[in-house]
């Protein structure tokens, strides 16, 4: 396997813990760059505008993707979602890793752009687990979650397609075994 860093794609269904995991790694490895993607969802409470997503209204994404400006976009219950390709072209072009938290459409498309790409799939536990973390943490209504629950089916079922199968049982270990597949550790 080459030493040289490459974009790592880190997809899995909603409530999976992507996030708790990406803020958990980087907390010990600021280093490690996380693609700031564009979307048409409205912010959660405590979510700022550059910080977790650009959040941009339809006519924006239309623009954005109307330029050519995004490497790849998807729409996943009910809002579209993007990544700013100039951002993410320069880090790989300086050898910094790059790391990009989207869904499975658009993990789809990195692998069809850019093939060296590895794709990473986070998997819960079980699948009662994934709904008690997506209820849990009680940030969407019951019907955002029900359109959740069933894109997770079509994503879980599509697993076999990635490089490698991460199990989030403790974040602390999903985390190293991240840093370690990016050659960050
Ligand atoms: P995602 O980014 O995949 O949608 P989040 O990171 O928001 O998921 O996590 C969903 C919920 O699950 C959060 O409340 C988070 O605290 C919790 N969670 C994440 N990882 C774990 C874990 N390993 N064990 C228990 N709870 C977890
Ligand atoms: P959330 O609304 O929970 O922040 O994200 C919903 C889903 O959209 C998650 O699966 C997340 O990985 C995905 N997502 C976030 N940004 C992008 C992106 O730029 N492109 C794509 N295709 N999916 C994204």
Redesign the pocket.
Known sequence: MSERPRLTVL?GP?GVG?STVVAHMRKEHPEVWLSV?A?T?KPRPGERHGVQYFFVTDEEMDKLIANGELL???E??G?R???PRAAVLERLERGEPVLL???L??ARLVRESMPEAQLVFLAPPSWDELVRRLTGRGTEAADVIERRLAAARVELAAESEFDTTLVNTSVEDVARELLALMNVV
């Open positions: 997809s909603s992507k993607s979307t969802r790849e976009w998807a996943f219950a809002n979602y993007g990544t938290e989207i869904d459409q658009g």
